[in-house]
C-alpha cells in the first residue's frame, strides 16, 4: 500500500486564510521533508526536520515520528502559494532516498 | 549556492529509442545522486540511487537494463532510458546531496521531461 498518504488531496482557500495540510507515513521516518513542485514540475525544498516543529517565513513544519504523522501549516495564505504540495519521508540511507506522497493541491484565490 | 543542473529539459522521443539526460552538480560535491520518475497523474518514484564508491541501488520496478546511470566524478551523473515506451513518460528529476548518511539538504535539478511518440 501507500507509504505515505497526504491529506487532503486538494484544498481551496481565500487569500489570507490558513492551510494546514498533512503527512500519514507507515513505516518507520528518519526525517519528513516537505516540497513544493512549481508548474513547470521541479521541486523546491520547503523544510525537513525528523522530528518536533520548524519554522521559515509563514510556513511550519510539525513532525511526531513516533505517531508516524506531521502536518505543513501555511499561514496567511497568498495566490502565489498555490500549487501541490508534496511530503517524502527518508527511510534510512541517506537524505537521497525519499518516498513522496501523492501531495496536497492548493489553490487560493482573491 | 548549491545548484543542480539536468539537461535536456524536453525531448521529445519515438518509441523504441533511447533518451539520456544528465545531471551536474556545482558549487558541492554530490556523493549521492538519486533518480526519480513522475509518470503523469502520479508522484515521484525513486529509480535508484547512486552513492560514489558503492554500488548503484535500482528500485523495485527499475533495472539497469533499462535505466543504465552513470556517477564517475562528484559533479555528474547520467541515465538513460532506454528502448523507451509511453509508459517511460514523465518527468525525472535528478536529487543530489553532499553526504550519504547526513541530513544535508537534497538538491533537485528542474528535471528532463520525456516525451515518446
Known amino acids: 500500500g501507500q507509504q505515505v498518504q497526504q491529506s487532503p488531496a486538494s484544498l481551496v482557500l481565500q487569500e489570507g486564510e490558513n492551510a494546514e495540510l498533512q503527512c500519514n507515513f507507515s513505516?518507520?521516518?528518519?526525517?519528513l521533508q516537505w516540497f513544493y513542485q512549481r508548474p513547470g514540475g521541479s521541486l523546491v525544498s520547503l523544510l525537513s526536520n525528523p522530528s518536533g516543529t520548524k519554522h521559515t517565513g509563514r510556513l511550519t513544519s510539525t513532525t511526531v515520528t513516533k505517531e508516524r504523522r506531521g502536518s505543513l501549516h501555511i499561514s496567511s495564505s497568498q495566490i502565489t502559494d498555490s500549487g501541490t504540495y508534496l511530503c517524502?519521508?527518508?527511510?534510512?540511507?541517506?537524505?537521497?532516498?525519499?518516498?513522496f506522497g501523492e501531495g496536497t493541491k492548493l489553490t487560493v484565490s482573491s | 549556492g548549491a545548484l543542480v543542473y539536468q539537461y535536456p529539459r524536453r525531448t521529445i522521443c519515438k518509441s523504441g529509442t533511447s533518451m539520456r539526460m544528465e545531471c551536474q552538480a556545482v558549487?558541492?560535491?554530490?556523493?549521492?545522486v538519486a533518480w526519480y520518475r513522475q509518470s503523469p497523474q502520479k508522484t515521484f518514484e525513486l529509480i535508484a540511487l547512486s552513492t560514489v564508491n558503492s554500488a548503484i541501488k535500482y528500485e523495485q520496478n527499475f533495472t539497469q537494463e533499462k535505466f543504465p546511470i552513470s556517477h564517475p566524478n562528484l559533479s555528474f551523473s547520467s541515465m538513460t532510458v532506454l528502448n523507451a515506451y509511453l509508459e517511460d513518460r514523465g518527468l525525472y528529476l535528478c536529487g543530489a546531496s553532499r553526504d550519504s548518511y547526513s541530513g544535508n539538504t537534497l538538491y533537485f535539478g528542474e528535471g528532463s521531461r520525456l516525451i515518446v511518440v
Open positions: 558549487g558541492f560535491q554530490a556523493t549521492s
Open positions: 517524502a519521508m527518508e527511510r534510512g540511507g541517506g537524505s537521497a532516498k525519499l518516498i
Open positions: 513505516s518507520t521516518a528518519t526525517r
